[in-house]
């Protein structure tokens, strides 16, 4: 199995970052047997990976990673890098190998000072690997100083440092940057696609599989964890129910409270799960014996990361939401298309008398607007709206019709 098998439905995309890990791996190659570079070559310092979510914009950077740190011997026999096997491989796929460094948003932007390590690490060679390099997952979080830093080391890379920047469009990109770099747009895989990964990779029952593939219209990590958890499935279940339950003021703002409430209790699961490990190795790792005393002046250091913990899960709360608002934009979606008579696939099937209820009882145009209303709901979570507050908004709005 190679690193380009967990790119769902990405042919085109896999084929140029194959090309490119090869000419990467005969730079390499070249330079070490003090030999002058192939005279072309389809490598390049900086790449640019864009798609809508779902669509596996993170896989395609860390297979890429994988590739050009692939140690694999099969190489030297005329092998294409990228073999999945290899430690370079598995440890790039698994976000331990020490010359993969990825960044990540917390909160709401990438501060500057999450960037600043990482910019002076990308100056320096690779430590074992054959390649430095930086895996930007969020770049459309990078604020105006964060993405200052990042322009400046993409400007002026050394020799052996790739940049990997990861945005839903070329356009959440600052223009300085993502002129210098190398733009590869993936696209939602389709659902027959997805289905086939989760019953190969995942052993789903085949109807199973194309239920979850559906549902999630091609959203690779949702329709996994959708075909493989029931408590996803559940939440789903209750979300798909809300749009019946809005018959009056006072169920709306229920509906609302259940929304945000289920959405912290998610957010909250994976804190307790992610901030107890990071808080006993910080500890350690400064000194302080288990259920000791912090040792003297690292006050400050677990202040530091009090906060930034804080701001995870404030945005995986939002994450979660987001979640549930596209579930309910793809329900409106189906009843707007029963209501137009339309051929394309109904995704959620297993409403399809809530769907039929719903199509028969309102009109087209207040459909549109209930969808614009979800849109406008996911709009003000970005700008930071408290979430109850936009959830209640949006509740009302689609009750109105």
């Known amino acids: 199995m190679t690193v ?157 440092t790739v940049w990997l920047l990861c945005a839903p469009s070329i356009e959440d990109v600052l223009p300085t940057i993502r002129s210098r770099c190398r733009h590869l747009n993936l696209r939602t895989p389709s659902v027959e696609a997805v289905a086939d990964m989760l019953v190969r990779r995942d052993g789903i029952e085949p109807a199973a599989a194309e239920a979850a593939a559906r549902a999630t219209q091609g959203h690779v990590d949702r329709a996994r964890r959708l075909a493989t958890d029931p408590a996803a499935r559940e939440r789903r279940a209750a979300v798909l129910r809300l749009p019946l339950r809005l018959d009056e003021v006072g169920s709306c703002l229920r509906a609302a409270q259940e929304l945000v409430d289920a959405a912290a209790e998610d957010a909250k699961q994976l804190a307790d799960e992610m901030d107890d490990k990071e808080t006993e190795e910080l500890k350690a790792a400064l000194g302080a014996a288990q259920g000791g005393r912090l040792p003297r002046g690292t006050a400050g250091v677990m202040k530091d990361l009090e906060a930034m913990q804080k701001r995870r899960k404030t945005r995986t709360q939002r994450d979660s939401l987001d979640v549930a608002l596209g579930d309910l934009t793809g329900f409106y979606r189906d009843v707007l298309a029963l209501q137009l008579g339309s051929r394309v696939a109904i995704a959620n099937g297993d409403t399809e008398d809530a769907l039929d209820r719903l199509a028969r009882g309102s009109s087209p145009e207040s459909t549109l607007r209930r969808i614009e209303a979800i849109a406008a709901c996911r709009e003000a979570l970005d700008r930071n709206v408290a979430p109850l507050l936009a959830v209640e908004a949006m509740t009302m709005a689609l009750r109105a019709g």
Not at 65 to 81: E, I, K
Not at 92 to 99: S, V
Not at 122 to 132: D, E, L, M
């Open 4 to 160: 380009w098998d967990d790119l769902v439905g990405q042919d085109k995309v896999s084929a140029v970052l194959d090309a490119a890990a090869r000419d990467a791996d005969a730079l390499v190659t070249a330079a070490a047997a003090d030999q002058p570079p192939p005279e072309a070559s389809r490598m390049t310092h900086a790449w640019l990976f864009t798609g809508p979510p779902g669509a596996g914009r993170n896989q395609a950077a860390r297979a890429f990673a994988a590739a050009l740190q692939c140690v694999s011997p099969d190489r030297a026999l005329g092998g294409a890098p990228g073999c999945g096997f290899c430690d370079g491989c598995h440890t790039a796929l698994l976000g331990t190998h020490a010359d993969v460094s990825t960044i990540a948003a917390v909160g709401a932007e990438i501060l500057v000072k999450d960037m600043r390590d990482t910019v002076r690490k990308s100056y320096t060679a690779p430590a074992n690997g054959r390649w430095q390099i930086i895996l930007v997952e969020d770049a459309e979080r990078l604020n105006e100083r964060s993405a200052n830093a990042v322009l400046k080391a993409v400007e002026e890379p050394a020799p052996r």
